[in-house]
T-cell receptor, first 114, second 112 residues
Framework: NAGVTQTPKFRVLKTGQSMTLLCAQDMNHEYMYWYRQDPGMGLRLIHYSVGEGTTAKGEVPDGYNVSRLKKQNFLLGLESAAPSQTSVYFC?????????????FGSGTRLTVV | GQQVMQIPQYQHVQEGEDFTTYCNSSTTLSNIQWYKQRPGGHPVFLIQLVKSGEVKKQKRLTFQFGEAKKNSSLHITATQTTDVGTYFCAGTMDNYGQNFVFGPGTRLSVLP
């Protein structure tokens, strides 16, 4: 099994550009999450989804949008990138909200906004 | 809102020394989990603790959940270079999971 796959792995954007990060999981997990990781800040939840067609805001949702049209995919969009969005983005999925088995993370997308 | 803190932020040890990281929550937790992230890698789930006072072991790693379920610790005995990485705790107040809040992590360096 591939687990959780994120594309792309690296990206450089100019301020104001838009882009979409794709997360795909093949474990039939209901729950999916997008986190950003900055030095000394740990993992901060951007948005999450508890099932196909549903999304909810996390701790730091401003400047991001998400969609979960298919159960296996969770897309993170940046409409107008800003340097403050330079970060490493991790997607994760879980079977039962994370209970017992934890979250399965993708390998991350390193985004730089110049 | 719920806050999860970890200390220390960084720890440098000599190979063979023990290491402990502490996790503290501002609220009582229903569950706490621990993850390890190797340099340049992604977080990997290690273990979950549920019961008050629970202690679990994985080889040289010992995990403990406090009696009040507001704190937890991870202890590594006789560290090895393979233990290098950042250790995160993640806690939830929700019995159904879904809203785990991650601590900022403790970065461990092991000098050979």
């Amino acid at each position: 099994n591939a687990g959780v796959t994120q594309t792309p792995k690296f990206r450089v954007l100019k301020t104001g550009q838009s882009m979409t990060l794709l997360c795909a999981q093949d474990m039939n997990h209901e729950y999916m999450y997008w986190y950003r990781q900055d030095p000394g800040m740990g993992l901060r939840l951007i948005h999450y989804s508890v099932g196909e067609g549903t999304t909810a805001k996390g701790e730091v949702p401003d400047g991001y949008n998400v969609s979960r049209l298919k159960k296996q995919n969770f897309l993170l969009g940046l409409e107008s990138a800003a340097p403050s969005q330079t970060s490493v983005y991790f997607c994760a999925s879980s079977y039962s909200g994370g209970l017992n088995y934890g979250y399965t993370f993708g390998s991350g997308t390193r985004l730089t906004v110049v | 809102g719920q806050q999860v803190m970890q200390i220390p932020q960084y720890q440098h040890v000599q190979e063979g020394e023990d290491f402990t990281t502490y996790c503290n929550s501002s609220t009582t937790l229903s569950n706490i989990q621990w993850y390890k992230q190797r340099p340049g890698g992604h977080p990997v789930f290690l273990i979950q603790l549920v019961k008050s006072g629970e202690v679990k072991k994985q080889k040289r790693l010992t995990f403990q959940f406090g009696e009040a379920k507001k704190n937890s610790s991870l202890h590594i005995t006789a560290t090895q270079t393979t233990d290098v990485g950042t250790y995160f705790c993640a806690g939830t107040m929700d019995n159904y999971g879904q809203n785990f809040v991650f601590g900022p992590g403790t970065r461990l360096s092991v000098l050979p």
